[in-house]
């Protein structure tokens, strides 16, 4: 299988556009996204773990349930509409219904999802008053717009697309803050012409979720909204995926890679991020334990500060390694920073210089690698450091 | 019974005094503290959970296990001798010889704590040289420079002493980052003139510490180092107190207060801190749920942010509420901002003006109650806000 990325985003049967409908304050950014399939295709959903949800998750829920079929997904920036009551219920429905009436298919063929402020009630007649003009506007070219259309604090638009054999596989995302591993922490809308039947989608995307957007923390932070929907139209006409086949294991690298792709540029584009950091966690005794060490490093505050101060500071990462409530056996631990081996047999490595330290501390990729000899399961988890930015991206929104 | 706060620092029969001895950068900054009882006293200890740990912990643990009666507490700032191999072990060793040998008493009288950077080596001899001076210096009104020698990045020296009847409680503390609840975190040194046995005085430090220190948080990071340690001398002749007596329940009362209002003045000091927010959870089905709510509320980097930015954004209290981990009944959701309800049966109260929200925000003290209604259980915690200045803090520290 030869994957390579597209520089045009178009996926076969598939329609995107995005526009400014007034949600947000700014006149003229995007704030409302739709996506089509011209024809029914099958569609699969990962959603936030979060009780408090919007009730963009249990609509988007109950329609994948409810229909064999998915045509669009019509989604808001601006506005979660999430804790608004028996009035955000009402509001997210006529989004559906509005969306339904005017690509004249079926309520339970559209899937919804909203990002933004919570608690304030949805200016719904802006979007209702906006989805004709946003139908007029689908094209196969529309998916920068569309991708524009989620944006909340995001700095870029992001979208990756690739194709294998006759096979594309194409996403959009949008998230730079509340992003905390280990469930669907950000809006990601994926797309692709392969023919599959929605049992094997949806256990392709899980498996695509679990070790690229579920292992990605900005602030340990989870959203009400949240949600990865795929839809699969069939048009490349491939014979039918069997989850096992070559085929199927084809579909989940292509996805696996799109999924990775847009979650690195989560993380990079994080709130305030001028880091981009991986943990790799390895000899754990099980994945779980492996990915919860990942966790608590990735959201200790002390960690993501000292790389933010690019201060080599690696008695930090031991304090959490030691406080993530995982069974260690400190006398084997082993660290290493880019390579550079920093702690071995639980003791600190003779000979590292300080300033060989601090020259790898001042790069923009930085890897941590924690080794704790206990077992053969590994994880990585990937997160950004925490600026001065991401206060003040967070003491401002809002009101 | 009838407690006052006292002005003058002293507990009949302890000794203390502090110094700089060398090992902060700053000179003539106080770095070494010695607390010492004239007679033989019965101690008890609290220590942290984590894994990775100074040698001052298992070590004074040791110490309280082996001897019936201890004397002294030598504790150090500027250096955690954390991660420091088993040179940091002999370090830690050699301080307390050099103070049981200046002191003519037991090794196992004396109970180590030690502060500052991870992985750094100790620079012992700087300590070992400074104790015959500070034995010297030991006097009954030493305690304000005891409390001065274990800062480190507090912006001021915390200190509390009560009295009832003949007995008095004091306690001195350190502590403004790394504090996160459910262990010791921080080092806090008390001492009673109280005629107590060392198992019944056990019990009344866990009794005193569960609701205080152990219900703070600043960072949500838990240091390798932290304890409370309690000495009680006898020198007030009182009869002997058993668990569970009124002259135990009004040891504990005093001890409680001293530990709060200590507890409290390390979240006061937070780093950075320009808030002090309390977090009621109640209405929970057990202690710990409401407490992992209330740890969730007071970590969360989102709430955090929103109260340095004072913005009553209260859709972030709800969504951490929901992302806990704990189940709860949105329907029933009740939540007040300092008496002023927000949220009531999981809905938005209608008529309140956000900008009566924003003078609430103003305040120094904010209260945030979350009431479940699914239970009886409640529990309070403290934390503070998070400012440019725990960054910056914390980006600069060290190397």
């Not at 063929?109 to 003009?133: Q, R, W, Y």
């Not at 920068?144 to 294998?164: N, P, R």
């Not at 491939?238 to 979650?263: E, R």
């Amino acid at each position: 299988m030869k994957l390579k990325e597209l520089k045009n985003f178009k996926v076969p049967g598939f329609l995107a556009s995005g526009m400014a409908c007034g949600l947000k304050k700014k006149e003229g950014i995007r704030d409302l996204t739709l996506i089509y399939s011209e024809v029914p295709a099958v569609a699969a959903g990962m959603f936030t773990q979060n009780q408090m949800v919007s009730p963009t998750v249990p609509i988007s829920r109950k329609a994948l349930k409810a229909s064999a079929t998915t045509r669009a997904i019509i989604a808001n920036s601006g506005n979660a509409n999430a804790f608004t009551g028996p009035q955000g219920v009402k509001d997210c429905k006529a989004v559906v219904a509005a969306t339904a009436k005017a690509l004249d298919i079926q309520v339970n063929e559209v899937l919804t999802a909203s990002t933004g402020v919570i608690s304030v009630p949805l200016a719904v007649n802006k979007i209702t008053a906006g989805i004709p003009s946003l139908v007029n506007q689908l094209s196969p070219d529309g998916w920068i717009h569309a991708a524009e259309g989620i944006m909340t604090t995001d700095l870029v638009s992001k979208t990756c697309v690739v194709q294998y054999d006759d096979i594309v596989v194409g996403g959009i995302t949008k998230g730079s803050g509340m992003i905390q591993p280990n469930m669907a922490t950000m809006l990601a809308f994926l797309a692709s012409n392969i023919r599959i039947d929605k049992r094997t989608l949806r256990r392709a995307l899980k498996e695509a979720v679990d070790p690229t957007f579920n292992c990605i923390t900005v602030d340990g932070e989870t959203s009400t909204n949240d949600m990865v929907l795929l839809m699969a139209n069939g048009q490349a006409g491939n014979a039918p995926v069997k989850a096992g086949s070559q085929g199927y294991k084809d579909f989940v690298s292509a996805l696996t890679h799109v999924c990775k792709t847009l979650a690195f540029k989560i993380v990079e584009d994080g709130e305030g991020a001028t880091k981009f950091v991986t943990f790799k966690v390895s000899g754990a005794k099980t994945r779980k334990q492996a990915e919860q060490i990942g966790k608590r490093l990735a959201n200790s505050l002390l960690v993501k500060t000292a790389l933010f101060g690019e201060d080599p500071n690696w008695g930090r990462i031991i304090a959490a390694v030691g406080s993530a409530g995982v069974p260690i056996l400190p006398e084997k631990l082993e660290v290493l920073l880019n390579e550079t081996p920093l702690v071995k047999n639980g003791q600190q490595v003779k000979g590292v210089s300080q300033s060989s330290l601090q020259k790898i501390m001042k790069k923009k990729q930085i890897g941590i690698a924690i080794d704790l000899h206990m077992g053969k399961a590994s994880a990585e988890t990937y997160t950004c450091d925490l600026s001065y930015d991401y206060v003040r991206i967070n003491a401002e929104y809002t009101t």
